[in-house]
């Protein structure tokens, strides 16, 4: 059995929602991570651009932006 017999015996049977079970709480958690994490480097990344009134950032200033997010917002 592939993907689509079991694609198309989910939507012949009306269990669509049976596909998401397997998903869980962990993938939730992830999204919500990575979600908190790439807005508090956009976050960090805009305070130093207006603090020295750049455009752009150097390589070692972006490391350090990189790192900071997932120090300072909680896990």
Do not use: C
Not at 48 to 75: E, M
């Amino acid at each position: 059995m592939n993907v689509s017999d079991v694609l198309w015996e989910a939507v012949s049977t009306g269990q669509i929602v049976s596909l998401y079970q397997g998903l869980g709480t962990k993938n939730l958690q992830s999204f919500i991570a990575q979600f908190v994490y790439f807005h508090g480097y956009s976050y960090f990344k805009r305070l130093y651009q207006v603090k020295y009134s750049t455009k752009s950032i150097g390589t070692k200033a972006n490391f350090l932006l990189v790192l900071l997010p997932g120090h300072v917002l909680p896990s």
